[in-house]
C-alpha cells in the first residue's frame, strides 16, 4: 500500500498546501463586514470544466495507484509473508508495445500542437493538430488490441498466471480511459470540422483533451515501465 | 463570548493527547508482547475449513511436516507431502478436541483450507484469522485446566455459527495420556488394504437386519447402508461403540445397534465397510409423502453440506441423503432434534447437526423436505 | 477569452415548465438532493426492515422457520452494505451535499447540472441492481458488507453466484455515479462560491461534506479496484485474490492469490468510509448547535483545520480492521498510534461543540434534540473507539458485539441523528411548512432511548465474548443464560424503534400537506439559504441578483443589530439586498 499511501499523502499534501495558501488561518470574525476580493471566485465555466478535470484525474490517479500498488503486493514475497507466491511468471511483453508507446506519444503531441495552434489562432493547423491526435489514440487502441491477441495466441491466458492477468486489466483499463477521452474528442472534432472558427466551448474542449491525453500517456508510461521491470 | 478562546483549547488539545497516550503506551507494550512468542513455546496447528476444526502436533521430532493445498482431498485431508521425512510423525488430530498442557507456552500456527475462519477461544483473550495461503499464529500460555470452546468469528458461509470445537487444558500427566492415544500421520497411512473377502464373512452379521446388499428393511428399523462413504460407516461404527450413539437411554433402536458393534475390532471395520462399499447403491423405496416443491427452499440449508443433488462431501463430514431411506432421514432428524443424538460431549459433528436440525420444523416442513430429498435420487 | 460567470447566466436557466422536466429529467441541485434522500431512505427502509429479520432470529432463535442461516447472512449483509453506502453516503453528499452546498455557498446550482443529474441516475440503476439481487437465483451475496474473499464468491457463502456479481456490479454504478457528484461538489465549492464566501466563511456544513467528497473521490477508487479484480477472480479464473483452496472438497484450480490483499484495497476505501459519513454528520451538527443555541460556534478555526486533519489521517489507519487478520502483526504497533492520534482531533470537535453549547440559550427544538443526541452518541461511540483501536484491547473484542456495538453507535445511529435533525432543520426551506413538533419530539425520544436499549447492552454481551453475525448461539460453555434474554430485549427494543421511524416518515408526509406555513427563516439562522427570496427557493436559488456575503456564517448575538442574529449578506449598513422573509407556499 506504500505507493497508494504515497500517492494520496501527496495530493493530500498539495491539498493542504493550497489550503493553507488560502489562509486558512484567518479569523473570519474579525473580517466582518469587508469584502475580500481576493478570494472569491465566481468562476464557473471553463475554470470549473478546468478544475473539473484536475480532480478527475486525481481521482484517476487514485484508482491507477491502487492498481500498481496491488500489482506490486501481489507480486512481491516480502509484501505478505507467508504467501506462495511461486506462481509469478512474468509476461513476454510484446514488441508491438514499443510501437504503441510512439503511436500514444505521437497523438499526445497532435494534441498538443492543436492547443498551441488554436492559442496563435491558426485553426486549421488546429484542425489537423486535433485530428492526428484522436486518430493515433485510436491507432494506439489498436495496437493494444493486437498486443492482446498476440498474447491469447501466445499462450498467456488471463488465468494461467497473476502477471497475464495484470497485463489485461491494467491495459484495458487504460483503454477504457482513453476510450472515455475519445468520447469527448468525438464531439469536439466534429464541431471543428462543421465550423470554420472555434467557439468557446471548442476551445475549452481542445485544452482538456490535451490535458487529459498527456495525462493517459504519463500513466500509460508509468504502466509500461512497471510491465517492462518486472 | 469570544469566538475561541485558543489557550483553553490548547489545554484541552493537550490534556486529550497525554490520556491518549497514557492509553496507547500500555497497550503497545502488551502488543510486543503478543508478537514476541517465547523460544520454548510448543508448535501446536489448527486447521479451519467449512465447517470444522482439525489439528496436527509436530511429534517427537518437534518439527512440522511440509504441506501442500493442492494435495488436500479425501485421502489426505491434511494435505501433507508423503515425501517430507518430519512430517512422518506429525501426530493429526481430526476432533472432536485439542489438548494443550497447563502452564506451557504454545504457539498455535494457523491455516485454512478453504476460506477465512477465525481461531477464537474466548477466554484465551487472543484470536487470530486463519487465511488460506498462507500461516498466521498467535501465542498464549494455558493457566487453568478445564475445557474451553472455539469458534470461529470471521464469518465464513452458511455454516459459521455451527463451526465449533474444543480445547481441553490438562495437568502434564493427563496430556501424555491424550497424547499417547493419538495417531501420527506414519500410522495413519500403514493401515493394510481391507480383505474384501474378511468383510463379507463378517458383514453376514449385519445382513440380517441391514439386508444382503446393504438395502436396508424399515421393518426392522434398519437403514439402507450402500452408498454411504467408508468414511462415514467407520465414524458410525465408532460412535456406536464409544457410546455417541446408544450410549444413553432413550433410543432403544440405537443401544440395540451399539450392542452388535461392540465386538468389533479396527481391521474388521475396515473390513466390513470396504465390502458395503462393493455393493449396489439402488435407490431405496420412497415412503414419506410431501410438497416437494415447497421442500425444495427448506433444503437450501442443506445442501451447504451435504450438496446440491444430496451426494454429501467428505469435507463437510455429511453423508449423502439421495437415495437413502428416507423413514431413517426423518427419524434421525427427530433424534437430533430432541437431543438424543449430537448431544454427546465427544460428537461434535452431531452436535453441528443438531444445532442445525432445528432450522426446519417438524411436522409438514419436515416431510416436504424429505419428498424433495426423494427426487434428488 | 470571454465567458459570463455560469453563476449568474440566469437569464439561460429558464425556469423548466412540465412536470417531467421540472421533478424527474431535473437539473436543479434541490431536486435532485431530494430525488437523492427519498431513494436513499426508500432504500434504507428496506435495511431497516433486514435489520428487523435478524433481532428476530436473534431474539427468538429456533421461532421464525422461514429465517435460515443463508438468509440471516444476507440479512446481514445487505443491511450493512445499504446502510453504510446507499442509505448515509449518498443521503449526506447526494442529498445534503447537493442541496446545501449551491445555497449555502451563494452559487445558483451545481456547475456541471447535466453531470449532477446523470450522477442520480446512476445512482439510482446502482440501488435497482442491488434490489434486483434479492430476485435472482440464490438469492443476494450472504459474505457481510466486507465481501471478504475467497469466501464471498465460493458456494459455502449464499449468494455466491448471481448475488455477489450483482453487488459488484451495483457498486461500480454507485462509485461511477458518485464520482460525477462528486466532482460537482468539489468544484461548485472551490469556483462557484458568491462574492464575499471566503472559505473561511462558509459554514461549517459545507466544510464537512467538501472534505467528505474529496475523501470519497479518493477512496471509492479503491472499492472499485477490489470489485474488478474480485469479479475477474470469479468470471474469468484469475487468482488476484484466490490461493490454492478447495471449496466443499473440491480443489478450486486457483493458485497463489491473497486474500489480505483484498482487506488491505477494501479498508483503504473503508476506513475513510467511516469519516465520508462522519465528517458531514459533524459540519452539519455543528450548524445545528450554534443556530439553536444563539450562539458562534466555539472555535471554528480549529474546527475547521480539525475537519481537515482528520480527512488526512483517515488514510492511514486502515489496517485497524486487520488487527487479528493475519496480516503482519508489527504493523499494530504503527496503526493503533495513527488510530489513537486521530482521536485527537475528535475530541475537540466533542468539547468545542459542548463549549458552544455551555451559556448559550439553547432552545430544545426538534432539530437541537436530535443535535444533542448525536454529541452523547458519538461521545460513547468515540470511547468505545478508543477501545478498538489500541490493539492489544482490540483483539479479545474483535468480533464480538462491542464492536457492533462500536459502530452502530458511532457511524450508524450518530449520523442517523445528524439525518433526522437535519432534515427537521431544512424541511422548512425544502417545503416551505414547518413539520409537527410534538411528533418530532415523539421520534426524537422513541429514537434516542430505543437505540441505547439497543446498543448499551450490545456493549456488555460483547466483553462476555458473544460472537457477532452468528445465526445463534445456542447451548454454549461460556455465556450465562441470561445473554439469551439481553438479546430478546434487545430484539423489542429494535421493534419498537423501527416502528418510531414511521412516525418520522408521517410527519414529513403530513407536513407536506399541512404543516404550518414557515417563513423564509424559521430558525432565525444567518446561512444564505435562509436568505433566499423564495421559500422554496426557485430555479437559479437567487432572483435576479447574487447575494454577497459580507461576514462569517456564526453572527449571532451581535450588538447594534435589531435581531440577535445578522444573516451573512447584511452589508455593514445595515442593507439585506435580497427581500428574505416571504414565503411562498404551493
Not at chain 2, 116 to 137: A, E, I, S, W
Not at chain 2, 184 to 212: E, F, K, M, N, W
Not at chain 2, 240 to 252: E, K, L
Request: a neutral charge.
Amino acid at each position: 500500500m506504500n505507493i497508494t499511501v504515497a500517492a494520496v499523502a501527496l495530493v493530500a499534501g498539495i491539498y493542504v498546501w493550497w489550503l493553507a495558501v488560502r489562509r486558512l488561518t484567518t479569523k473570519p470574525w474579525e473580517a466582518q463586514g469587508t469584502y475580500d476580493g481576493r478570494d472569491t471566485a465566481q468562476m464557473a465555466g471553463p475554470a470549473a470544466a478546468r478544475i473539473g478535470l484536475w480532480v478527475f484525474l486525481a481521482v484517476a490517479t487514485s484508482f491507477f495507484a491502487l492498481f500498481i500498488t496491488a500489482y506490486l503486493m501481489r507480486m512481491n514475497p516480502e509484501a505478505v509473508k507467508g504467501v506462495d507466491l511461486r506462481d509469478w511468471r512474468p509476461v513476454a511483453d510484446p514488441a508491438i508495445l514499443w510501437v504503441t508507446t510512439a503511436l500514444l506519444v505521437a497523438g499526445s503531441c497532435g494534441m498538443q500542437l492543436a492547443s498551441w495552434a488554436l492559442r496563435r489562432g491558426d485553426f486549421q493547423r488546429a484542425r489537423a493538430g486535433m485530428l492526428a491526435g484522436g486518430l493515433f489514440a485510436i491507432a494506439f487502441l489498436a495496437g493494444q488490441w493486437l498486443a492482446w491477441r498476440q498474447l491469447q495466441a501466445a499462450g498467456y491466458y488471463a488465468a494461467g498466471n497473476p502477471a497475464n492477468a495484470f497485463f489485461y486489466v491494467l491495459t484495458g483499463l487504460h483503454g477504457l480511459h482513453l476510450l472515455g477521452g475519445l468520447f469527448v474528442w468525438g464531439r469536439a472534432a466534429s464541431r471543428m470540422y462543421q465550423g470554420s472558427t472555434a467557439g468557446d466551448s471548442t476551445r475549452l474542449s481542445v485544452e482538456l483533451c490535451t490535458v487529459y491525453w498527456h495525462y493517459l500517456l504519463l500513466v500509460w508510461l508509468v504502466l509500461f515501465g512497471l510491465l517492462l521491470i518486472t | 463570548m469570544q469566538p475561541e478562546y485558543k489557550k483553553l483549547e490548547w489545554w484541552l488539545i493537550g490534556l486529550t493527547t497525554v490520556g491518549v497516550a497514557a492509553m496507547l503506551a500500555p497497550g503497545l507494550v502488551v502488543w510486543a508482547k503478543f508478537v514476541t512468542v517465547p523460544d520454548d513455546a510448543a508448535v501446536v496447528e489448527a486447521v479451519g475449513q467449512q465447517w470444522s476444526w482439525s489439528f496436527r502436533l509436530p511429534g517427537e521430532d518437534g518439527v512440522l511436516g511440509a504441506i501442500d493445498a493442492t494435495l488436500i482431498g479425501a485421502d489426505n485431508p491434511f494435505g501433507m507431502d508423503a515425501n517430507d521425512p518430519r512430517g512422518q510423525d506429525d501426530v493429526l488430530v481430526f476432533g472432536p478436541e485439542l489438548h494443550l498442557p497447563l502452564d506451557k507456552p504454545v504457539k498455535v500456527l494457523l491455516r485454512s483450507k478453504d476460506v477465512l475462519h477465525n481461531f477464537t477461544v474466548p477466554q484465551f483473550r487472543v484470536k487470530m484469522d486463519t487465511v488460506p495461503g498462507m500461516v498466521t499464529f498467535m501465542w498464549l500460555t494455558p493457566t487453568r485446566t478445564g475445557e474451553f470452546e472455539i469458534l470461529c468469528e470471521e464469518l465464513c458461509g452458511m455454516g459459521h455459527f455451527a463451526m465449533r470445537s474444543r480445547v481441553v487444558v490438562d495437568d502434564a500427566d493427563t496430556y501424555q495420556a491424550w497424547l499417547a492415544n493419538q495417531r501420527t500421520y506414519a500410522q495413519l497411512t500403514a493401515r493394510p488394504a481391507a480383505d474384501l473377502v474378511a468383510g463379507a464373512t463378517a458383514y453376514s452379521v449385519c445382513s440380517a437386519c441391514h439386508g444382503i446388499n446393504a438395502e436396508g428393511n424399515q421393518a426392522l428399523n434398519a437403514p439402507k447402508l450402500a452408498g454411504l462413504p467408508k468414511w462415514y460407516l467407520t465414524r458410525q461404527v465408532h460412535n456406536f461403540q464409544d457410546g455417541m450413539r446408544g450410549g444413553a437411554p432413550g433410543n432403544d433402536i440405537a443401544i440395540q445397534m451399539s450392542a452388535i458393534v461392540e465386538p468389533l475390532d479396527e481391521t474388521t471395520i475396515d473390513n466390513v465397510v470396504a465390502y458395503i462399499a462393493t455393493l449396489p447403491d439402488k435407490a431405496a423405496h420412497s415412503t414419506i409423502r410431501g410438497d416437494a416443491a415447497a421442500g425444495a427452499s427448506s433444503y437450501i440449508t442443506c445442501a451447504y453440506c451435504h450438496g446440491a443433488a444430496g451426494q454429501g462431501s467428505w469435507s463437510t463430514n455429511a453423508p449423502p441423503l439421495a437415495g437413502m431411506s428416507d423413514w431413517y432421514l426423518a427419524r434421525q432428524l427427530q433424534q437430533f432434534r430432541e437431543g438424543h443424538r449430537g448431544r454427546h460431549p465427544q460428537d461434535l459433528h452431531g452436535a453441528q447437526m443438531a444445532r442445525l436440525s432445528r432450522v426446519v420444523p417438524e411436522g409438514k416442513q419436515t416431510d416436504d423436505l424429505l419428498a424433495y430429498i426423494n427426487t434428488l435420487r | 477569452m470571454s465567458y459570463v460567470a455560469i453563476a449568474d447566466q440566469h437569464a439561460h436557466m429558464h425556469d423548466p415548465q412540465t412536470f417531467l422536466t421540472r421533478y424527474v429529467w431535473s437539473q436543479d441541485h434541490k431536486v435532485i438532493a431530494i430525488q437523492y434522500m427519498v431513494t436513499a431512505m426508500a432504500i434504507g427502509l428496506v435495511a431497516i426492515g433486514l435489520s428487523m429479520m435478524m433481532r428476530l432470529q436473534l431474539g427468538f432463535p429456533d421461532t421464525f422457520h422461514f429465517i435460515n442461516p443463508a438468509n440471516y447472512h444476507q440479512f446481514v449483509t445487505m443491511h450493512g452494505m445499504i446502510m453504510v453506502v446507499y442509505l448515509l453516503t449518498a443521503l449526506f453528499l447526494g442529498g445534503f451535499g447537493n442541496y446545501l452546498i449551491p445555497l449555502m455557498c451563494g452559487a445558483r446550482d451545481m456547475v456541471f447540472p447535466y453531470l449532477n443529474m446523470v450522477s442520480y441516475w446512476v445512482y439510482l440503476l446502482a440501488v435497482l441492481v442491488l434490489v434486483a439481487s434479492f430476485f435472482v437465483p440464490g438469492g443476494s451475496t450472504g459474505a457481510g458488507w466486507t465481501l471478504y474473499p475467497p469466501q464471498a464468491i465460493l458456494t459455502g457463502t449464499p449468494g455466491a453466484g448471481w448475488g455477489i456479481i450483482l453487488m459488484l456490479v451495483s457498486l461500480a454504478f454507485f462509485i461511477v455515479g458518485f464520482t460525477m457528484g462528486g466532482l460537482n461538489y468539489v468544484v461548485t465549492v472551490l469556483q462557484a462560491r458568491t462574492r464575499g464566501m471566503t472559505l473561511m466563511r462558509m459554514p461549517l456544513s459545507v466544510w464537512g461534506i467538501f472534505m467528505a467528497t474529496i475523501l470519497a473521490l479518493l477512496a471509492f477508487p479503491a472499492l472499485l479496484v477490489s470489485a474488478i479484480m474480485m469479479a475477474l477472480d470469479n468470471q474469468l479464473g484469475t487468482s488476484f485474490f484466490m490461493p490454492a483452496i478447495m471449496s466443499l472438497g473440491e480443489q478450486t484450480g486457483h493458485k497463489g492469490g491473497s486474500p489480505l490483499l483484498f482487506q488491505h484495497l477494501f479498508w483503504f476505501f473503508g476506513h475513510p468510509e467511516v469519516y465520508i459519513v462522519a465528517l458531514p454528520a459533524f459540519g452539519i451538527v455543528s450548524d445545528l448547535i450554534s443556530v439553536h443555541a444563539r450562539r458562534h460556534i466555539f472555535g471554528y478555526r480549529m474546527m475547521v483545520w480539525a475537519i481537515v486533519a482528520i480527512g488526512v489521517l483517515s488514510f492511514v489507519v486502515w489496517a485497524h480492521h486487520m488487527y487479528v487478520s493475519g496480516m503482519n502483526p508489527y504493523f499494530g504497533f504503527f496503526f493503533a498510534t495513527t488510530t489513537l492520534i486521530i482521536a485527537i482531533p475528535t475530541a475537540l470537535k466533542v468539547y468545542n461543540w459542548v463549549l458552544t453549547l455551555w451559556r448559550g440559550d439553547v432552545h430544545l427544538t426538534v432539530p437541537m434534540l436530535f443535535a444533542i443526541g448525536f454529541v452523547f452518541t458519538f461521545i460513547n461511540g468515540g470511547l468505545t473507539g478508543l477501545f478498538l483501536g489500541n490493539v492489544t484491547v482490540d483483539v479479545p473484542l474483535s468480533d464480538t458485539y462491542f464492536v457492533i456495538a462500536h459502530f452502530h453507535m458511532v457511524m450508524g445511529v450518530s449520523p442517523v441523528l445528524v439525518v433526522c435533525g437535519a432534515i427537521y432543520h431544512w424541511y422548512p426551506k425544502m417545503t416551505g411548512r414547518m413539520t409537527s413538533e410534538v411528533l418530532g419530539k415523539l421520534h426524537f425520544w422513541l429514537t434516542f432511548v430505543g437505540t441505547y436499549a439497543i446498543f448499551l447492552p450490545m456493549h456488555y454481551l460483547g466483553i462476555l465474548g458473544l460472537p457477532r453475525r452468528y445465526y445463534e448461539m445456542g447451548d454454549t460453555y461460556f455465556l450465562p443464560d441470561s445473554v439469551q434474554s439481553m438479546n430478546a430485549a434487545i430484539s423489542v427494543a429494535a421493534l419498537f424503534v423501527a416502528a418510531s421511524q414511521l412516525i418520522f416518515l408521517f410527519n414529513l408526509a403530513w407536513s407536506l400537506k399541512h404543516g404550518k406555513p414557515a417563513d423564509g427563516n424559521p430558525w432565525r439562522a444567518t446561512t444564505l439559504e435562509w436568505q433566499t427570496p423564495e421559500t422554496p427557493p426557485r430555479h437559479g436559488n437567487w432572483g435576479p441578483e447574487l447575494p454577497v456575503v459580507y461576514r462569517w456564517a456564526y453572527e449571532f448575538g451581535a450588538p447594534g443589530h435589531k435581531e440577535d442574529f445578522v444573516p451573512q449578506n447584511e452589508a455593514p449598513d445595515g442593507r439585506v439586498p435580497a427581500t428574505h422573509g416571504q414565503a411562498s407556499h404551493g
